[in-house]
């Protein structure tokens, strides 16, 4: 049974981290849930201490147990962190380091990784600031849960709604999965060197292996994409990862076929003529990117 640390700050979805507690839990989940003060504006701790059937923490101070220390204890407790709703507030403080309560000092303090799910108004979500404060994060590797779009709390209609808990759950389950091609690997209209021959890619390359990686991560699969172009923030979900180009290619394959023995790597590069890399597919299409996740699939 896997642990998840639910993170609550304050905003007017805290409402729906109660479902998601609920739902979290159903699913097999450990939650334990933290609280900022301003989320206990919105909802009293005793529900989520009812929904996740364990003790609510928001104060730094309030050491239950006197043989630990309560944040230290609860950031290796957790396999998996998310925090939702994310406040403005709380994207702020976590990427300027700061931990004056018990949800930043045990961010600080955990080294499980961190999945955030923003929810605020449209143009806090647009604002320069917070704007910039995501992408400090997603440098320092934390992932987002991007805010869907619809009718807010606040009237506005627009981006910034928490994503619904159930699509949330299905992505901690999928988290913790291990079945085979999970995890994939798209290398596309990739600058770099393989077998010390400078990389040739066709023009719409990167597009194509972007296009594709997309695909596959809005089926919750892994997708690591490596290209030379930098993407917009759109397609930095949870489930696309983009590396700028890895200098030696061939290095990075290897090494990400090693810590990833059952993933598949597809790649729409031209290899130097009669060079093959083991275990890697070519595609030249979306369709045949597809097929071959599909006969990988077949051949398990
Ligand atoms: C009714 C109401 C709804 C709010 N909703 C949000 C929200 O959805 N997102 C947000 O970032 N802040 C929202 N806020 C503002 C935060 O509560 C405020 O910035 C607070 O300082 C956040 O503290 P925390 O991050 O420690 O929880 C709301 C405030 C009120 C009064």
Same mark, same amino acid.
């Given at each position: 049974?896997?642990?998840?640390?639910?993170?609550?700050?304050?905003?007017?979805?805290?409402?729906?981290?109660?479902?998601?507690?609920?739902?979290?839990?159903?699913?097999?989940?450990?939650?334990?849930?933290?609280?900022?003060?301003?989320?206990?504006?919105?909802?009293?701790?005793?529900?989520?201490?009812?929904?996740?059937?364990?003790?609510?923490?928001?104060?730094?101070?309030?050491?239950?147990?006197?043989?630990?220390?309560?944040?230290?204890?609860?950031?290796?407790?957790?396999?998996?962190?998310?925090?939702?709703?994310?406040?403005?507030?709380?994207?702020?403080?976590?990427?300027?380091?700061?931990?004056?309560?018990?949800?930043?000092?045990?961010?600080?303090?955990?080294?499980?990784?961190?999945?955030?799910?923003?929810?605020?108004?449209?143009?806090?979500?647009?604002?320069?600031?917070?704007?910039?404060?995501?992408?400090?994060?997603?440098?320092?590797?934390?992932?987002?849960?991007?805010?869907?779009?619809?009718?807010?709390?606040?009237?506005?209609?627009?981006?910034?709604?928490?994503? $619904?808990?159930? #699509?949330?759950? !299905?992505?901690?389950?999928?988290?913790? &999965?291990?079945?085979? %091609? =999970? /995890?994939?690997?798209?290398?596309?209209?990739?600058?770099?060197?393989?077998?010390?021959?400078?990389?040739?890619?066709?023009?719409?390359?990167?597009?194509?292996?972007? $296009?594709?990686? #997309?695909?596959? !991560?809005?089926?919750?699969?892994?997708? &690591?994409?490596?290209? %030379? =172009? /930098?993407?917009?923030?759109?397609?930095?979900?949870?489930?696309?990862?983009?590396?700028?180009?890895?200098?030696?290619?061939?290095?990075?394959?290897?090494?990400?076929?090693?810590?990833?023995?059952?993933?598949?790597?597809?790649?729409?590069?031209?290899?130097?003529?009669?060079?093959?890399?083991?275990?890697?597919?070519?595609?030249?299409?979306?369709?045949?990117?597809?097929?071959?996740?599909?006969?990988?699939?077949?051949?398990?």
């Amino acid at each position: 049974m896997k642990n998840i640390l639910l993170c609550v700050s304050g905003g007017i979805a805290v409402y729906k981290a109660v479902a998601l507690t609920s739902k979290l839990t159903q699913a097999g989940f450990q939650v334990k849930v933290l609280m900022t003060k301003s989320a206990q504006q919105f909802v009293q701790p005793l529900s989520f201490q009812v929904m996740s059937k364990n003790d609510v923490f928001y104060d730094t101070f309030d050491e239950k147990d006197s043989q630990v220390i309560a944040h230290i204890d609860l950031a290796d407790w957790a396999d998996l962190v998310i925090i939702a709703p994310a406040t403005a507030n709380i994207i702020g403080k976590l990427a300027h380091g700061l931990a004056d309560d018990m949800v930043t000092t045990t961010l600080l303090a955990t080294t499980a990784p961190v999945w955030i799910a923003p929810a605020m108004n449209v143009h806090m979500y647009d604002h320069p600031a917070v704007l910039r404060n995501i992408e400090q994060l997603y440098q320092d590797g934390y992932r987002f849960i991007e805010p869907s779009e619809g009718y807010l709390a606040c009237g506005y209609v627009g981006k910034g709604r928490l994503e $619904e808990p159930e #699509k949330i759950t !299905a992505l901690a389950l999928q988290h913790f &999965r291990t079945t085979a %091609h =999970e /995890q994939v690997l798209v290398v596309g209209g990739a600058m770099g060197t393989i077998a010390n021959n400078q990389l040739t890619a066709p023009v719409h390359a990167a597009m194509l292996a972007t $296009e594709v990686a #997309k695909a596959f !991560a809005s089926r919750q699969i892994y997708t &690591r994409l490596i290209t %030379h =172009e /930098q993407q917009p923030r759109k397609y930095r979900f949870l489930f696309t990862e983009q590396m700028m180009m890895a200098d030696d290619v061939t290095k990075y394959v290897r090494e990400w076929q090693q810590q990833h023995p059952n993933g598949l790597v597809l790649t729409d590069v031209l290899l130097p003529k009669g060079y093959t890399l083991e275990g890697v597919h070519a595609f030249h299409s979306q369709e045949e990117a597809e097929q071959v996740l599909i006969n990988e699939l077949k051949g398990l």
